[in-house]
């Protein structure tokens, strides 16, 4: 698709075709979207939920599949004092209609035509446009060298677990590693602390292979990681963040 | 729940789709130049915080405003003080 020239954003409504309980508080929407024009990974799609009195709430979430899949799906947080969210997370029924508008973003996408070796960093829910980027790379059967680093609170807050170690395990150069920030399972042997620079050092690339970097997450999370990089020297233009507030819901 | 002022802060990725309302294109990897410091970022890369009425857009360098939006009443408030210029493809 081209995400240039003047279009307008046109409001279009999708149909609920599956729902996908990732974690207790989290859950995919796969949906049937007539007329999609197809979209980038990272990028990310408008939800606007209109009520019985008019009254509307609009948030954004990013796109959880590829773009070589049939279906959009985006993976959405329940957050409890949300307005968005509870709705679609626990309300939300097979065969509704839920109004979106996009792609949108230009900015955090990733093409497997990129082959300078990638590393992911991911927190929370942060996790989703690096799983776009992640099922766009196995779709393309791109052998591109990746890394994953994604940090969650507990195992069982770990969003796509069955798929990353699907992923990870396949031998196409994509490793997966998962920090454990709160609790984490008797044997553990992830990280289990916040991502710090010892840990980025680990899992990065060499400088000289002029890696590029998308983190995506908590705010304090992302600018963390980005500045922990930018102070190893990796250089700024080639890191690409994302941040997620708590505005949300 | 304790919301720090942290929480509320985004990036330009955040009004992607309300630029796009506005210019009718993809805004996030537009280049713009802060009127303050001269520093040069793509829109996807700034600071943002949706806390306030409308969208407050702040530089990444040095912390100034450089756009505000406010949508309403059918109507558009765009206030671009800050941004010296704006740089996109046709």
Redesign the interface.
Known sequence: MS???????EWQLGTVAELVQETPRVASLVLDVPDWQGHLAGQ?V?VRLTADDGYQAQR?YSIASAPEDPRLAITVERLD?GEVSPYLVGEVRKGDKVEL??P?????VWRATDDRPLLLVAGGSGIVPLMAMLRHRAAAHSATPTRLLYSSRSLDDVIYRAELERLGSAGDGLAVSHTLTRNQPPGWTGYARRIDRAMLAEVTWPKEQMPITYICG???MV?GAASLLVDMAYYPATI????????GG | ?T?QQ?????????I??LL??IF???M??AVGTCASCGAVR????VVVY??APGAVVRCPSCDAVLMRIVHGRGKYWLDLTGVRCLEF??
Do not use: Q, W
Not at chain 1, 104 to 108: D, E, N, P, T
Not at chain 1, 240 to 247: I, L, N
């Open positions: 995400s240039r020239g003047p279009r307008l954003l990310h408008d954004s004092d508008r996009g949108i973003g230009g900015y955090f908590p705010t304090p600018e690409k963040t994302e941040r997620f507030g708590a505005t | 729940m919301v942290s929480d509320l802060k985004l990036d330009g990725n955040a992607g789709g796009r309302e009718a294109m993809e996030t990897t793509m829109v996807g890369e949706l806390n493809s046709a």
